[in-house]
């Protein structure tokens, strides 16, 4: 079998793949753990949803697999050093989910700026408008850029951080944002918006050292994996007042039950990973991650018969691309 297909597909794009490779279409093998490696044996490429986790134990299971596909932006369970032991490359869309989240971005913001009101020069408790507000953007990816060309059409400042990019790239100039350092950026914004890429290093980057600069009365929305915020630090920040409102499109099991800091916090806005998740986005990512593994499987023959296990000991030199990720959170609508 050349393709295994866990995840549901677009039908065009599924009738496109059965036209040009052996595929086997089997997304009731999710959770079938003893079924699914049995499929497993044969396949050479598999897309799957993020629900299943990819490490040496289910890599051993598949001997011939040589792409791995994910529409979604969530890698936080693909073992990634693993994948590249095996000589599995990881393909994942790294801009369909770009505008989807640019879109959801300043929805978000637009709605906790004029929902959570503040108190005026008069006394009155009134809204803000995005198109005087500073907006920081942390994490440059293909959202944030996009966030880049947009804000400005409101009149909003737009300035930005990202660990990975010096402040004097000229991709700063390029996209339209004023590089800061972390705590300039957080004591400038009347917004923060988190997309940055999540890595272990970066785990509790806006912590008590950073949100402590936080400007007062400000707003923050994150797309990304919610381990990016220590979440004790976030909800200090929050009933103080530094940050008046938060909206996580992503939030790790657990994080809002009773004895945890974020629990009952009223100000609070939980959604189930909603930003990169609309049809055109879905449409966008399935093509282009069956268009690159039908040339990949088109570029490499079929296997001999006999094979000798992997040796997921050994690292190749393989590179596995990546962007960002964020975990599913519970529901929670307020």
Not at 11 to 32: D, H, Y
Not at 138 to 164: C, E, K, N
Request: proline share 6%; with cysteine.
């Amino acid at each position: 079998m050349s393709l295994l297909i866990l995840e549901p597909l677009e039908t065009e794009v599924l009738q496109w793949l059965s036209e040009r490779q052996n595929v086997r279409f089997a997304p009731e093998l999710v959770g079938q753990s003893a079924a699914l490696r049995d499929a497993l044996h044969s396949t050479r490429a598999l897309i799957l949803p993020p629900s299943v986790a990819v490490d040496a134990s289910l890599l051993r299971a598949a001997p011939r697999l040589r792409v791995l596909g994910r529409m979604s932006a969530g890698g936080e369970n693909i073992d990634h050093e693993a994948c590249r032991a095996a000589r599995v490359e990881v393909i994942r869309s790294a801009t369909a989910t770009g505008n989807a989240e640019a879109e959801f971005i300043i929805a978000a913001l637009l709605s906790l700026l004029r929902r959570v009101p503040v108190q005026s020069s008069e006394g009155m408790w009134v809204g803000r408008e995005l198109g005087c507000a500073t907006i920081g953007l942390i994490g440059m990816t293909s959202a944030a850029r996009m966030l880049g060309q947009l804000l400005p059409a409101f009149g909003t400042r737009v300035v930005g951080y990202d660990p990975s990019l010096h402040q004097s790239d000229p991709l700063w100039a390029q996209w339209g944002i004023e590089p800061l350092p972390l705590r300039d950026l957080m004591s400038q914004s009347d917004g923060v918006s988190v997309q940055l890429a999540y890595f272990p290093r970066y785990r509790g980057l806006l912590g008590e050292r950073v949100l402590s600069f936080a400007k007062a009365n400000q707003v923050l929305v994150s797309i990304g994996h919610s381990a990016l915020i220590d979440d004790a630090a976030l909800a200090d920040a929050m009933a103080s007042g530094r940050i008046l409102a938060a909206w996580l499109d992503s939030l790790e099991p657990g994080l809002q039950e009773p004895g945890r800091p974020l629990h009952g916090v009223a100000s609070l806005q939980v959604t189930p990973r909603l930003a990169g998740t609309t049809r055109e986005s879905r449409t966008r990512a399935a093509w282009g991650v069956a268009r690159r593994i039908d040339e990949m499987l088109a570029a490499a023959p079929e296997p001999a018969a006999e094979f000798r296990s992997r040796d997921l000991t050994t690292p190749t030199s393989l590179e596995v691309p990546t962007e960002p990720a964020a975990l599913s959170g519970a529901r929670r609508w307020r």
